[in-house]
């Protein structure tokens, strides 16, 4: 077993190693003229001055947070209770650092990859994808890589050289400071590229009749760096957070179990094998997306995924048939098969959930062709299309994964579901992947927009960037997914944590029924603040735009240049700003549940915030993707193509489904899962202090 154990951070390394094998092919590539680089140093410089100050901020909250950790664990009585909670201080410092080191490579390297797609698609689409893809893997492997290596180091360190009595209970602090880094990520880079974006696409657009991307707008060289500190940095930190929070919760649940029998046994690795496997997997699938001879991008990128999950399905049986029979017969379950099963269903689940995603925001299928008919009779049926599609379409995930959870507990009970969880994460490189790869040609087509490239260019690029809007849905819709079935492993871990029996909750106990309108309202709340940041904030870079196009002759036409750093000075101070109040919400909120209505209260509270906060992020992510698309459909020339009223509506759409989709929706993933983890954390002094009001 130790040797099983060690060899998975090794191959966590040989993500690592891969990633960076990958980066310096990508650098090598050519980087375009001087004017290129110009305009991509500019993005570059902008992105990386927000991510240092994002960071900085983020810091602050993190030292009170260690400070706090650090106040309990110095009152502790018993010594190895004041021993976990300086090791769960420690895990969540090098979670937070981890999760931020993870999100920061994503933007580093897609800062420098969108001006060599540019260059590259002066050749043709192959080479442009090449580029681009490669770039989206770097940031893919890094962040698979230091998840696994964060979660299986610390283990190996706990267990094996420290030798701790629990030496899973500290992880907990890890998967707590990579959820709160994704969460501030999420919320301040959300911010900032759909304010950036809503405000230079309203006067841009619609007011002064110029194309996207067009040099004369003053906002777009924000809007370019919001591309990347919001879906590059923004999503790299959310998978890291999603990776090491399930494999966590399904080390700690076999840890818990009565068979786990709360030693370090064959359910305690098992998952972080399995993670071992599909991270090998995920090198492997890289090396497959090609683009076929028919052109098809989006063929190209999910043959790499399909290539991972093949591969995945495979070591999966070796892993399960070598670690599984006796741990089995103890869940009740005879053989290993039926745990095999359960890894399959959560495999099932990922290429599901991505079907799905693309139904409902690909420009191939009916949902997105009916936002863009209906932009025909003007905005206001153009939004209330893409409200029905965005409600419409979380049927399908929730009843995949209500079907998945049901076959996993029949298979396994609640480790089943813990194994189907786990074994989502199997494509997360390659999703990170797709993810990146959607900024990168975004980027890519600004750049060859404002330097003027040849037409050829610019349509090479927008090809790319037309499967980048349905593979950023796409990797959303996965993000949704994996968290709910991470944010029932880490329910089923509060409740064996504190032996709370399955008559616990029950819905006539008021204290039930208490936690759960609560936790149900919190998503909405949060969407609320984030959704009014992003107006506040867009309305200010809307009137800097308008101020530069009325005060400085010239602009419109191109005889003077805009003041660009004006408009990402406004959007970085909105974002760090604006980003506080959610995050802190997020910390707070179920400790003053707990404390005062207890640990019963406590649970109904991640119920509902779990079961309100999937409905409400997949009908905002999904509607927002359909309606992004809408308008590209309408621009590909159909209902009137650019310039017709059709188009003016189907650009009100995207606006309003911007922070919808980037904002918003992403965000309630960590929401979710810093709740689940902050209450795991404090489990136990919630039921020694058992409820202020609950008498």
């Not at 030292?63 to 021993?83: H, N």
């Not at 959610?582 to 915030?609: E, N």
Request: aromatic share 8%.
């Amino acid at each position: 077993m130790d040797v099983l154990v060690f060899l998975v951070p090794l191959a966590a390394v040989v993500a690592l190693v891969a990633a960076g094998l990958l980066a310096r092919s990508v650098l090598s590539s050519p980087a375009g003229n001087p004017h290129m680089n110009e305009i991509a140093d500019a993005v570059r410089q902008g992105a990386s001055a927000y991510m240092n100050r994002q960071y900085r901020t983020i810091l602050y909250v993190a030292v009170v947070i260690i400070a706090l950790f650090a106040v309990v664990a110095l009152t502790r009585g018993d010594a190895s209770e004041t021993t976990l909670w300086w090791w769960t201080t420690i895990g969540f410092a090098v979670g937070a650092l981890f999760s931020a080191i993870s999100g920061y490579v994503g933007m580093n390297v897609a800062v420098r990859a969108n001006v060599r797609v540019a260059q590259a698609a002066r050749d043709g689409l192959k080479g442009a994808l090449k580029i681009a893809f490669g770039g989206g893997a770097v940031s893919g492997l890094a962040v698979a890589g230091l998840a696994l290596l964060g979660v299986s180091g610390f283990f190996v360190l706990f267990d094996v050289v420290l030798g701790l009595e629990n030496p899973v209970e500290p992880l907990v602090g890890f998967a707590f400071g990579a959820s709160l880094i994704s969460l501030f990520a999420r919320v301040g880079g959300g911010i900032y590229t759909k304010a950036a974006d809503v405000g230079a696409d309203l006067v841009g657009k619609v007011e002064a009749g110029i194309p996207e991307d067009d040099p004369r707008n003053p906002a777009v060289i924000a809007d370019n760096v919001g591309d990347n500190v919001g879906d590059c940095a923004g999503m790299g930190a959310d998978l890291f957070e999603t990776y090491a929070v399930t494999a966590i919760g399904a080390v700690f649940l076999g840890y818990l179990l009565p068979a786990g029998g709360h030693v370090v046994s064959n359910l305690v690795t098992y998952p972080l094998v399995l993670g071992a496997i599909a991270i090998v997997a995920s090198v492997i699938g890289v090396r497959f997306v090609r683009l076929g001879a028919k052109g098809d991008i989006m063929a190209a990128l999910n043959q790499g995924v399909y290539v991972s999950a093949g591969i995945s399905a495979v070591g999966f049986l070796v892993a399960t048939w070598a670690m599984m029979p006796s741990a089995i017969g103890l869940l009740g379950r005879e053989g290993w098969f039926p745990m095999y099963l359960a890894s399959l269903v959560g495999i099932a689940v990922t290429l599901l959930l991505m079907f799905i995603t693309e139904y409902y925001t690909s420009t191939e299928y009916a949902p997105v062709r009916r936002i863009a008919q209906a932009s025909e009779t003007g905005s206001a049926t153009n939004i209330i299309s893409g409200l029905a599609v965005g409600m419409q379409s979380t049927a399908g995930p929730v009843i995949v994964l209500a079907l998945a959870t049901f076959i996993a507990y029949l298979l396994g009970g609640l480790y089943g579901i813990a194994v189907a969880a786990v074994a989502m994460l199997s494509v997360t490189g390659m999703i990170v992947a797709m993810d990146t790869y959607g900024p990168i040609t975004d980027n890519a087509g600004g750049i060859a927009e404002m330097s003027e490239l040849p037409h050829e260019v610019r349509e090479n690029t927008d090809a790319l960037d037309a499967v980048g809007n349905t593979t950023k849905a796409v990797t959303k819709g996965y993000a949704i997914g994996s968290a709910a079935l991470a944010a029932l492993v880490l329910f089923a871990d509060y409740a064996e944590r504190l032996d709370l029996g399955e008559s616990a909750f029950v819905l006539n106990d008021p204290l039930v029924v208490v936690g759960l309108l609560i936790g149900a309202m919190l998503p909405f709340l949060f969407s609320a603040f984030l959704m009014e940041s992003v107006g506040k904030a867009a309305g200010a870079v809307i009137e800097e735009v308008r101020r530069q196009f009325r005060e400085i002759a010239g602009i419109m036409e191109g005889t003077a240049k805009p003041e660009y750093g004006k408009a990402v000075d406004i959007v970085t101070k909105a974002a760090l700003r604006e980003m506080a109040v959610p995050g802190i919400m997020a910390v707070v909120a179920p400790l003053l549940v707990g404390f005062l209505f207890g640990p019963v209260a406590l649970g109904g509270l991640l119920i509902g915030v779990t079961v309100s906060g999937l409905m409400m992020a997949l009908m905002m992510s999904n509607g927002g993707g359909a309606w992004d698309n809408a308008k590209k459909y309408i621009e590909d020339g159909h209902h009137g193509g650019k310039g017709s009223e059709a188009h003016e509506a189907s650009v009100v759409g995207d606006t309003v489904g911007d922070p919808y989709k980037d904002t918003a929706g992403p965000s309630i993933n960590p929401l979710i899962k810093v709740i689940n983890t902050v209450a795991l954390i404090f489990a136990g002094l919630i039921a020694s202090v058992g409820g202020i009001l609950n008498f």
